[in-house]
């Protein structure tokens, strides 16, 4: 991770230097000591290129003197609209626009010492690489920003808040690294395996193979593997940090985690086939969040669970027409198996209400192509059967920038999935096809308060955003982080 730095407002003598200015605000303090320093270079630049302090407006100043090699200016917009997001686009602007630089000082001007650890964060987000497979870079494509240090008069006050923020960028990346990763690396067991390195944080894992998971039933999540000589694994990571003699019923994330997904026999076109290692993204997310949980020692019990498994055809894989047997007791008749993360998510919910009965369950997947079609990139989808539920997530992702959009749930879209000769089939048809995969996924939730995220369109990222450089997002760790700092701990 970039190094997160805070100290005592004084003028570095060398490096860039960052000026983090509110809409109408006039030069004082370490900005007013740089404009002298630099002859008043900064005044002219800003004067020149009508910069006023408008939120995402900013100006780069190149040598002005004084031994700084640039100052960037940023601005906020109205001190009163200022939120965490902007205070956090603006660390990722300073990365981004710095990112050949070496040393950064950012003046925090009139920010206290919470919304400075804000800027550290979104200065850390944006730094993320996944560069662990090039062997041959050139040197001035890679970035040599190794450390930002943020100046405010509160040090240690920001320090605090800084540390919180580390464990969930930790939780991001260890996210974003999963969704990275090839799928000839990233097979079931390896995923597992490295759901195991939480009890480093001191997370419970348990890991549940073949063997375990048949004896228990689970021929939803089963069917979906049994082509792939990568056999499935289920995982559940217990964080309890309720303490002692907590009554409070635990809450529940569960995420699909397709490795590969081919689409098995209903195999999909070739054509961008290779970004289906990241059917696993919903899985990753509740990994990350975990580590973001237990990292930041959440005072809540949260248990999280992904069912682990790749979709391939051969000769032993699910065919269209079969029925299977969920651990429930539903059957359900495959008719596309490439709607498969939804068989993997009936199963495993299935079990997390029956092992832990939980306060409620929310579960992700990048489970349709209709999700993108709904709503593009911007928004990941929501439904639920619990309206306060739907309420605090939504907010959680605004307050973020992780953003939810709720879509509506009917028994007239439940018809579409009532099948001939089972309990159900796994596709309802092209009309509604994100709304009847919720319905499908609904029948295995009981009357818990639940959530359904389809994150389809939000878990890889084709441009560069403010905190998020291009590819995995981790979108939905830092949402469900807020969900449970803000309604869910002791």
């Known amino acids: 991770m970039l190094d997160i730095a805070f100290a005592r407002p004084a003028l570095p003598k060398s490096g860039a230097l960052v000026l983090l200015i509110g809409e109408g605000e006039t030069p004082s303090g370490l900005w007013q000591q740089a404009d002298e320093a630099t002859g008043g270079a900064i005044t002219r630049a800003l004067e020149v290129s009508e910069f006023k302090g408008g939120k995402g407006k900013s100006c780069m100043i190149l040598a002005p003197g004084a031994g700084l090699s640039r100052v960037l200016a940023i601005g906020l917009g109205k001190t009163a609209e200022v939120s965490d997001t902007t205070l956090e686009n603006a660390g990722g602007s300073i990365t981004a626009s710095l990112a050949r630089e070496k040393a950064v000082a950012v003046v ?14 979104g200065s850390a987000l944006r730094a993320y690489r996944f560069d662990r497979y090039r062997t041959k870079e050139k040197a001035e494509d890679k970035p040599t920003i190794a450390k930002v240090t943020i100046l405010t008069s509160s040090v240690d006050k920001a320090r605090a808040a800084w540390e919180p923020l580390a464990a969930i960028a930790n939780g991001v990346f260890l996210t974003r690294d999963l969704v990275s ?15 195991k390195k939480l009890t480093d944080l001191g997370v419970k894992v348990e890991v549940l193979g073949p063997k375990e998971m048949t004896k228990l039933g689970f021929g939803a999540l089963l069917g979906v593997s049994q082509g792939s000589v990568n056999e499935p694994r289920m995982v559940v990571m217990h964080w309890k ?9 635990p809450v529940v994330f569960v995420g699909k985690g397709v490795t590969f997904d081919t689409g098995g026999i209903s195999i999909k076109p070739a054509g961008g086939m290779e970004d289906m290692k990241w059917d696993m993204a919903g899985a990753g997310t509740v990994i990350g969040l975990m580590a973001a949980l237990a990292g930041r ?34 059957t359900i008749e495959v008719i596309n198996t490439d709607a498969e993360g939804r068989l993997v998510l009936a199963d495993v919910l299935w079990y997390a209400q029956q092992k832990f009965d939980p306060k409620f369950m929310v579960d992700l997947a990048t489970l349709t192509g209709a999700m993108i079609i709904a709503l593009g990139h911007e928004y990941g989808g929501v439904f639920s059967n619990n309206d306060e539920l739907a309420e605090r997530l939504v907010a959680a ?30 596709v309802g048809g092209r009309p509604g096809g994100s709304i009847t995969a919720a319905h499908f996924i609904k029948r295995f939730v009981n009357d818990k308060p639940w959530a ?39």
């Open 397 to 426: 992702g605004t307050a973020t920038g992780e953003k939810l959009w709720r879509l509506p749930m009917h028994d007239d879209y439940d018809k579409q999935i009532k099948s001939e000769i089972a309990d159900m089939k796994n």
């Open 452 to 490: 359904h995220l389809d994150i389809a369109g939000v878990a890889w990222s084709g441009k560069d955003a403010p905190t998020t450089p291009k590819g995995a997002t981790a979108y939905g760790v830092r949402m469900l982080d807020r969900l449970v700092a803000d309604h869910y701990e002791g």
């Open 108 to 121: 925090s001007g009139a920010l206290n010492p919470a919304q400075a650890a804000r800027v550290g964060m």
């Open 181 to 195: 990763e090839p799928p000839n690396i990233l097979n079931p067991a390896e995923m597992a395996d490295r759901c």
């Open 297 to 330: 020692k959440a005072k809540a019990d949260v248990i999280g669970l992904v069912g682990l498994v790749e979709n391939m055809p051969s000769g032993t894989a699910q065919r269209p027409g079969d029925v299977v047997t969920s651990y429930s007791g539903q």
């Open 241 to 249: 940090g309720a303490g002692r003699g907590s009554k409070e019923k």
